[in-house]
């Protein structure tokens, strides 16, 4: 029986942001080290958008950045200056790639291509157990969703789900048809039939765009219903006639208010599997970030990464059940929604209230800015559920 000091279950974007980071600290140096995953990764499976004001630790692979956003609704549409943050975007392949080469260089560090079917804990150690093997770890950091969460969450009668799902077309022109300094954060102008649904036009040259089609919905379509409205768009908003598609990407993401458990004794979720796509954006990879920043800290100070919940989340996670409420219960039109947000707020401060960052009076400032008539039900009955 083989035994590490952390064994990462999953390399994906949490298993390998933490691993990232072990590789930056010298502590982490002698400590014997195991990745384990059941794919290559050599996929450019996924892009990462996101906001940050400072350099993030994958600064140096970050393959476009605006500073500019365009918002568009039927009713309001806008373009704002992001300043201080920075909307970035981030190719999996090359995080996948970066580390995953890097990790290769560390003696220290076993990587290993298996698939995982459980992983378990008492208060000593931790176990993986793969197809034809068995691992003991003082600590597992654990990004694989085991159990079908659907079917746990609809046992309990609180819980909202909605799908984030999207097709994302690279597409390129003969000419230069975009601006790539600014990207359009969100399109409502489209059919609001099937639920929320906007567009993202993410231009990373003159000729050159990611052309995304988001729906929050209960249900996704099927696949040739994201394409007929991938090349309406382009043909009808973007004006473009001629096109080729250089990329394609489809995603699903959870937008639940279920809670993911944390982990339990020598475990530790990380990731989706940890809680930390945010309920009611499927954002992720920011709080990917913070949380493997929180555990290297904890791991530094010799303290348990278990990192547990506090007020400050749980005030953010009845917020994202309020809004997910008020989604699935159609209580507003998404468009409508964010019209709303965006007509009365600086875009700096609704980045701020998604990275749960906020502060009591920027809330407060924010709640007043939406339809209290729609968002008061809504937040007694959450407040009722807690
Ligand atoms: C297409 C797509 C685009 C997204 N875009 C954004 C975005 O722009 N911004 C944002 O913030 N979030 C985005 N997300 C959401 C989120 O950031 C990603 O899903 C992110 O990859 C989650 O990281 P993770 O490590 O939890 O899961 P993953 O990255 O999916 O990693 C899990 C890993 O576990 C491995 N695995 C699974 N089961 C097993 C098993 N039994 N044995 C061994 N290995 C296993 C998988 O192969 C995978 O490598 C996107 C998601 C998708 C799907």
Redesign the pocket.
Known sequence: MQHYDYII???????LSLLKRMMMHKYFCNKKILL????K?NNN??????WEKQQGVFEDIVYHRWQQIDFYTDDFSARFDLQPYQYKMIRGIDLYSTVLNEAKQHTNIDIIY????TVFSNESYAVVKTANNEFHATYIFN??I?NDWKQQALLQNNIHILLQH?KGLMIETNEDVFDERIATFMDFRVDQSNGTTFVYVLPVAGNKALVEYTLFSEKTLQQDDYDKALENYIYSFLNIKKYIKTHT?????PMTNYNFSEGRERIVN????GN??KASS?????F?QKHSAKIIDALLENKNPLIEKNAFDKRFHYYDSILLNVLVNKKINGDKLFAQLFKNNLPQTILKFLDNETTLTEELKIMNSVSLTTFLPAAIKEIIKF
């Open positions: 279950t999953g390399a994906g974007c949490a298993g384990i995953d059941k794919d990764k499976d996924r892009t990462w958008c996101f298996n698939e995982v079917y990004s694989i085991f999207f990407e489809f995603g699903v993401i990380i990731g989706t599997a930390q796509t499927g954002y992720t990879f920011q990917i």
